[in-house]
């Protein structure tokens, strides 16, 4: 299986900045900021219900609440909404992967290998190639609705929109003057998050920062362990109990959450065909490592707000102590929420979850060590493999003031032009962009006019869980 990597041209810097500057032609800057919904727009509930084909029915309901918090919950959990939409409208032509799904909460603190704490993108269950346009508007977008829940005036977030744009402008500028291994090697991490902070923001915000790194170092295994399990009567340590978000898989009555393909699917054999499959698409020095644990326990677990619905499992692995434990995330992977609507670069693959973990070691400066994937033989369907909340944090946007919110998308915006860096061509990028606010006022322009749209679509779920049309169990 292959993501169909954007081949950049072995030309200069200069011929290839020349060549994305001529794009303008195919696709003028200004032309970013006309959008409106199309004649024929789908109607976002049924976009939404038919991804919902095929997933544990009895969890939508938590999915639809959460995304009725707030027309920023909503924009979350509607990534193939907005896919549909940026469909129609115009781009330069020049390719990336992308994350898919980039709005300003999928970025955040989590631990590289070396156990120091890095901010970058992560999440990348709709990475998919694609226009570069498409994460930027996604991720302008975003700061526009999340500017309006926080009560901002439009015309700050407009500004914030802006902001967004500019900053990834002049970095991917930067990254096309940089060496190849420079831009690969580049990270931000969380000396950088604290020093933008400090240099740029108050004391307040400063310690909010401070204490945003110090709760990402405080979750480690052992207070994940802490937090999940439990040791029993017999000594064992065990997965609690907390339905209907976290059940473990030897819990009576299970039948009731999950249907007989899926009891089958979740066995104690199951299970081990997974688990044994997962070790397989791993290199030999994981494999090595993972064969010090052995399997004790398995859960279904429910988090995120769109994937919600998708089976979720987390395992016990239990080490060579008896205070040795370790947690790893089982998630499904559809197809990207892009797919559909970028024809030109449909790949057939062999396992979505694959597709997961390859964009996500792309555009990730480091990765989870193990990131891995398997298909189920009794659903047919695919899984990625992670570790569970390794000194993961992120910034709440929601008690930003309009300074912090301003400063934390400048971050994201550097990470989402790193990303595209790596997997694009930043110089024919840069060129296309130019040293002038054309790309910057129009993109600022549709994000206000999908903010707009994004109200529009959230009084649609409003009003269909009123109705009766749709279910949604809120705080949950």
């Known amino acids: 299986m292959s993501l169909n990597i954007p081949q950049i041209q072995v030309q200069t810097r200069k011929e290839r900045y020349k060549m994305g500057k001529s794009l303008r032609q195919k696709a003028s800057r200004s032309s ?15 976009l939404l219900q ?10 939508l309901p938590i999915k639809y609440g959460r995304m009725l918090a707030s027309p920023f919950a909503f924009l979350r959990g509607s990534a193939v909404v907005m896919a549909a939409d940026l469909a129609h409208t115009p781009n330069s032509g020049l390719q990336a992967i992308l994350c898919g799904d980039a709005h300003l909460a999928n970025f955040g603190l989590f631990a590289s290998p070396e156990r120091r704490l890095v901010y970058d993108l992560n999440d990348f269950d709709e990475a998919f190639p694609g226009p570069w346009e498409w994460d930027v508007k996604r991720l302008a977008a975003s700061a526009a609705v999340a500017g309006r829940d926080n009560g901002f005036k439009d015309k700050t977030n407009r500004g914030l929109a802006q902001e967004v744009v500019r900053a990834y402008r002049r970095t991917m500028s930067r990254f096309a003057e940089m060496d190849t291994l420079d831009v690969w090697y580049f990270y931000v991490d969380a000396d950088a998050l604290q020093d933008v902070f400090a240099d740029r923001t108050t004391k307040k915000r400063r310690k909010r920062a401070q204490k945003l790194i ?3 170092r405080s979750k480690t295994q052992a207070q994940t362990l802490a937090k999940l399990t439990y040791i029993d009567h017999d000594g064992r340590r065990r997965i609690r109990r907390e339905p209907p978000l976290l059940i473990p898989l030897r819990a009576e009555h299970l039948a009731q959450f999950v249907d007989q393909e899926d009891l089958t699917a979740i066995s104690t054999t199951g299970v081990e065909d997974a688990w044994q499959q997962y070790l397989q698409s791993l290199g030999e020095e994981k494999r090595y490592l993972l064969s010090r644990y052995k399997v004790v326990d398995a859960a279904l677990r429910v988090g995120g707000v769109g994937s919600v619905g998708t089976r979720c499992m987390i395992v016990l692995l239990q080490g060579g102590a008896d205070d040795e434990g370790l947690i790893l995330q089982l998630k499904e992977a559809g197809p990207s929420a892009l797919e559909a609507y970028l024809p030109s670069h449909t790949i057939k693959y062999s396992n979505h979850a694959q597709r997961v973990v390859i964009g996500q070691q792309l ?20 899984f990625y493999w992670r570790q569970l909340k390794d000194m993961k944090g992120s910034i709440d946007v929601a008690k930003l003031d309009e300074d912090g919110l301003n400063t934390y998308l400048d971050l ?8 595209h860096a790596r997997t694009g061509d930043a110089s024919a990028i840069t060129g296309y962009l130019g040293k002038g606010k054309s790309f910057d006022s129009a993109v600022a322009n549709f994000a206000m006019a999908y903010a707009d749209q994004t109200d529009l679509d959230y009084q649609l779920l409003v009003e269909a869980v009123d109705s009766g049309h749709v279910v949604a169990a809120k705080g949950i």
């Open 412 to 419: 994201c915006a550097l990470c989402l032009a790193r990303a």
């Open 50 to 59: 038919a991804q919902d084909e095929g997933r544990l029915q009895h969890l």
């Open 32 to 46: 970013h900021g006309d959008w409106r919904p199309a004649a024929d727009r789908s109607n976002p509930l049924d």
């Open 363 to 382: 555009m990730q400066t480091t990765n989870d060590i193990f990131l891995g994937w398997h298909k189920s033989e009794y659903l047919a369907n695919d």
């Open 214 to 216: 110090d709760k990402a």
